[in-house]
C-alpha cells in the first residue's frame, strides 16, 4: 500500500534522535511492502489526546495523502483506542502505528505454531480495547445502548465475549509450551551443559553469528525480524560443549504488551547462563546509541546482570580505523562494565577470540554449583 509516515516530536531541542526513529519506521514500512510516499512530523509538547496531531494538522495531513493518493497512514507512536479511531474517521483511510506494522512484519515471518500464538496474543492485546470501543459506538449509533432487554447489549457483550475467550486460549497453550520448555531447561542444567544466548537489535547479525560458529545454515535475510522463534544448536568448541541459542531481534520503543507476548521466547534470555549482545557497530554514532540503549534495557527488564554479559560488536568490516575509532568509544561508554569483542561475521575476524571468551565464561558457568529454574 501507499504510505504516509507520521510522526509527533515532543522535544524541540532534538535535531537527530527522532530523524533516526523516522528512519526506522520507513524501514519497517518497507519491510512490510509498503511504498513510502510521504511524511508529516508535527512539533507538540504534548500529543493531542483525541488525535495525537492538533485537528488543523489532521485536516492537513488528509488533503496531503489525498494529493499523494496514500492509502495508509502509519504512525511512529502507539496509538491509543480513541485516538485510531478518530484518525481514521478523519482521514477516511486505514490507520495503524508502530505496534501494528511490527505485527504485519512479524506475520510475514512466521511459520511456526508458537510463533503464530505469539502473534495471534500481541494482536489481542491490542484489538480487544479498539474493538470495544468500537462496538461501544456502533450501538449508540444504532440507538441500541448496551442495557437491560437490549439486543445492543447482547451483540456488544457478544463480541467482547468472543476476543476475550480467544485471548484465554492462547495463553493456555502458550503457558502450556512454556511449563514443557522449563523442564526442558531443567534436564540442560542437570547435564551440565552451559547455555548462551545470542540476543540484540534486528539486523545486528545474531543469526549469521549463529550459522558461522555452529556450522548451521539458518535462514538469512536482511528483512527484519527474520527469527522469531528461538533457534538451538549443541556447540563444541576445543572439546567444551555449549548450548547456544539464537533469539528474536529488538526494536526502538516496543510496547510492553508486544514484548509481554513473547515471553515464551525471551525465557531463552532470561533464563541464559551467558548472554551474548550483537551489535552493528557499523551504525552511525547516534542511531548505535540509540539501538544500544533499547538493547540493554530490554535486557535489564529481563534480569540480566552484567556478570551474565558479553558484547560481540559486529560488522567491523564496514568501517575504516577512523570510523571504528569513533564508534568503540560510544559503545565503551553504554557498555562499560562489559567486555567488547570486536568481530566481522563476514569476513571472519575476530571470531576465535569471541570463541575463546564464550568457552572461558562457559567453564566458569559449568564450574558453578547447578540452580534449578
Not at 489525498?66 to 492509502?71: I, L, P, T, W
Not at 470495544?132 to 440507538?143: C, H, P
Not at 520448555?181 to 551440565?192: C, D, E, I, M, T
Amino acid at each position: 500500500m501507499r504510505a504516509w509516515i507520521c510522526y509527533v516530536k515532543t522535544d524541540p531541542h532534538d535535531h537527530e534522535v527522532y530523524r533516526a526513529k523516522i528512519r526506522e519506521l520507513i524501514e519497517l514500512a518497507k519491510a512490510a511492502g509498503h511504498e513510502v510516499v510521504g511524511e508529516t512530523v508535527q512539533l507538540r509538547l504534548r500529543p493531542h489526546s483525541g488525535y495525537l496531531f492538533g485537528k488543523g494538522k489532521v485536516l492537513e495531513l488528509r488533503e496531503r495523502m489525498e494529493g499523494a493518493a496514500a492509502e495508509l497512514a502509519i504512525f511512529y507512536d502507539v496509538l491509543t483506542s480513541a485516538q485510531k479511531y478518530n484518525i481514521t474517521t478523519a482521514l477516511g483511510t486505514k490507520v495503524i502505528d508502530r505496534y501494528d506494522l511490527t505485527l504485519e512484519i512479524f506475520e510475514m515471518a512466521s511459520f511456526d505454531r508458537l510463533s503464530k500464538l505469539q502473534i495471534e496474543l500481541a494482536g489481542l492485546e491490542k484489538a480487544i480495547p479498539y474493538e470495544k470501543l468500537q462496538a461501544s459506538l456502533r450501538f449508540r449509533r444504532g440507538r441500541e445502548h448496551p442495557g437491560p432487554k437490549s439486543m445492543g447489549e447482547y451483540a456488544y457483550h457478544s463480541t467482547v465475549s468472543t476476543l476475550y475467550k480467544m485471548k484465554a486460549s492462547v495463553k493456555r497453550e502458550i503457558e502450556l509450551r512454556r511449563s514443557e520448555r522449563l523442564v526442558q531447561l531443567r534436564k540442560r542444567r542437570r547435564s551440565g551443559i552451559p547455555t548462551a544466548c545470542l540476543a540484540g537489535y534486528y539486523n545486528a547479525g545474531k543469526t549469521s553469528l549463529f550459522n558461522a560458529l555452529t556450522g548451521t545454515r539458518r535462514d538469512v535475510r536482511s528483512t527484519p525480524f527474520t527469527t522469531l522463534a528461538s533457534k538451538y544448536s549443541r556447540w563444541t568448541n576445543h572439546g567444551d560443549a555449549i548450548l547456544l541459542i539464537d533469539t528474536i531481534g529488538f526494536a526502538m520503543d516496543l510496547d510492553p504488551r508486544l514484548i509481554a507476548s513473547f515471553s515464551l521466547t525471551l525465557d531463552d534470555i532470561r533464563l541464559a547462563d551467558l548472554v551474548i549482545l550483537v551489535v552493528d557497530i557499523s551504525d552511525d554514532p547516534t542511531l548505535l546509541e540509540l539501538r544500544v540503549n533499547t538493547s540493554a534495557g530490554i535486557l535489564r527488564s529481563l534480569g540480566i546482570a552484567d556478570e551474565r554479559l558479553l558484547v560481540a560488536a559486529n560488522k567491523v568490516d564496514k568501517l575504516d580505523e577512523r570510523g571504528l575509532g569513533q564508534r568503540l568509544p560510544v559503545l565503551r561508554r553504554l557498555v562499560s562494565s562489559r567486555p567488547i569483542v570486536p568481530i566481522s561475521v563476514s569476513e571472519g575476524r575476530g571470531l576465535s577470540s569471541l570463541a575463546r571468551e564464550i568457552t572461558e565464561r562457559g567453564r566458569e558457568i559449568a564450574a558453578k554449583p547447578t540452580v534449578e529454574a
